[in-house]
C-alpha cells in the first residue's frame, strides 16, 4: 500500500509497506526528491540527506533507520532513500503542538534537543564527507562558521533561490556581519527546524527527528525559536537553563 504525504518542499514522502516470508509485514518510508529544489540547500540532495541521517543515528539521535539510497533516478524516475517508518506520528506543527504536551513528552523533547547539540563531527570521518556538514567542518569556532553563514552560506540561498536583493536586506546582511558574535567554543550540530511537523512522538516519546535538510554546524541560539514552540509549557529561562 502506497500513501503520499501531503506537505513537504524539497521531498515528496510515502508510507508503504511490503511484506515477505522472510521479514514479514514492515512499513517503510521513501523519500524521493521533488523536480524542483525550492530551499536550495545543499542537504535537500537525497545522497547527502542519507548519509546525514546514517551519521545521526550513529551519534545516538532517535532517527528511523535508514535502509537503502536509490542514487540512479532512471528507476523510478528520480532519486529516493527509504527507512523504517517510525512509530508514532507528529502533533503539531512549526507554530506549536496541536492537544496537550506531558512532562514526560517536554523531557523528551528537550533531551532530544541537547543531545543533539552536544554531536561533535570528525571532519575525516566518511559519512560526514559524504553529507551537506562537510562544507562546515573547516570551521572550527561558532564565530568561524557564524561568519561563514553570513557572508557566503545566506548569499548563495538568495542567489539560488533568484530573491532580489533589495537595500534593506543588503543592509540587514552587512548588520549580521558586523555582529557575528566573537565566541571561540566549537560548533555544534544545529536543526534549524526543530518543530512540532517534524518530530515524530509516540508514547510521549521522540521516536524520530526529521527532515535534516537544513541542518548544519553552527551557534546553539540559531535553534533558539524552538522555545517559541514550547511557549505555553516552557519559559524562555526555563529553555535556557537546560
Known amino acids: 500500500s502506497f500513501a503520499p504525504l501531503s506537505g513537504g ?17 514492515q512499513a517503510m518510508v521513501m523519500r ?19 548519509h546525514s541521517i546514517q551519521l545521526m543515528r550513529r551519534a545516538g539521535l532517535p532517527i528511523a533507520e535508514p535502509l537503502w539510497l536509490e542514487p ?3 528507476q523510478l524516475g528520480t532519486r ?3 527507512s523504517r517508518r517510525a512509530a508514532g506520528g507528529t502533533r503539531g506543527g512549526n507554530m506549536g503542538a496541536e492537544g496537550p504536551v506531558s512532562d514526560k513528552l517536554l523531557r523528551s523533547i528537550m533531551a532530544t534537543f541537547i543531545k543533539m547539540h552536544s554531536i561533535r563531527l570528525d571532519a575525516n570521518d566518511p ?3 559524504k ?28 542567489r539560488i533561490n533568484d530573491i532580489p536583493m533589495t537595500p534593506q536586506m543588503l543592509r540587514a546582511l552587512k548588520w549580521l556581519e558586523r555582529n557575528v558574535p566573537q565566541v571561540d ?7 534549524i527546524d526543530f518543530a512540532f511537523n517534524n518530530l515524530i512522538i509516540d508514547d510521549d516519546e521522540i521516536t524520530a527527528v526529521l527532515d535534516w535538510e537544513s541542518s548544519r554546524l553552527g551557534d546553539p541560539a540559531d535553534d533558539i525559536w524552538t ?16
Open 80 to 82: 529516493f532513500l527509504v
Open 227 to 242: 522555545q517559541q514552540i514550547l511557549e505555553p509549557h516552557m519559559s524562555m529561562p526555563e529553555f535556557l537553563k537546560q
Open 32 to 50: 524521493a526528491e521533488q523536480t524542483t529544489n525550492l530551499l536550495g540547500y545543499e542537504g535537500s540532495d537525497v545522497t547527502q540527506e542519507y
Open 9 to 25: 518542499f524539497s521531498k515528496k514522502t510515502i508510507f508503504f509497506e511490503t511484506e515477505d516470508e522472510v521479514n514479514g509485514r
Open 185 to 191: 567554543e566549537p560548533p555544534v550540530v544545529v536543526h
Open 131 to 158: 553529507s551537506h556538514f562537510r562544507e562546515w567542518t573547516p570551521f572550527k569556532t561558532v564565530s568561524a562558521a557564524t561568519r561563514f553563514c553570513v557572508t557566503d552560506f545566506m548569499r548563495r540561498l538568495i
Open 127 to 129: 559519512l560526514v564527507q
Open 72 to 74: 540512479d533516478p532512471g
